[in-house]
C-alpha cells in the first residue's frame, strides 16, 4: 500500500481534501498538509514529518505539491530526504484528477515510483481545452419567400 501526502500553498491541500473527499469519499491513507500565510518552512517541515510518520503502515508515500519550486514542494523534498528509510516520491504541478486516481490505487499499489509514473501521465492528460466544434453550414440555402 502508498501512502499519500497533498500539500500546497494556503489552503491548497485543504480544498483538494474537500473535493477528493466529495468524489471518492475519506481515505486514512491520504493526509493533506497547508502552508498556511503565518508559517514558517520550519513549521511546514514539522507538519510534514508528521504525516509521513502517520504513514509509517505503508510501502511508500507519494507527496503532490502546488507548484514546482515553490516552499511546499522543495520542503517536501527535503523532509523526504531525511526519511531513507520510506519511499517518499514528490511530484509538483499537482491537479485533482491525479489525487482521485492516487485514491483509487492506494490500496492495491506497492511501488511509489511506478504509482508516480501513472499519476504524472493522469495529471498531463486531464490538462485539456475544449474546442468548440464548428457547426456545418446548411447543404443549401433556401431562398426567401
Known sequence: MI???VTGHSLFAEGMHSSAKMIAG??????YVCF?????TTELAADLN???DSLSDCD???VLSDLPG????RTAVETAMTHADKQIVVLSG?????IITAAAMLDFECDADAMANELL??????VVRFEMAEREEAEEEEDGI
Open 3 to 5: 501512502g499519500l501526502v
Open 26 to 31: 475519506e481515505n486514512e491513507h491520504i493526509k
Open 36 to 40: 498556511k500565510e503565518d508559517m514558517g
Open 50 to 52: 508528521a504525516a509521513y
Open 60 to 62: 511508500g508515500i507519494i
Open 70 to 73: 515553490g516552499s511546499p514542494f
Open 94 to 98: 499537482s491537479n485533482l484528477p491525479m
Open 121 to 126: 501521465m493522469e495529471g498531463k492528460d486531464s
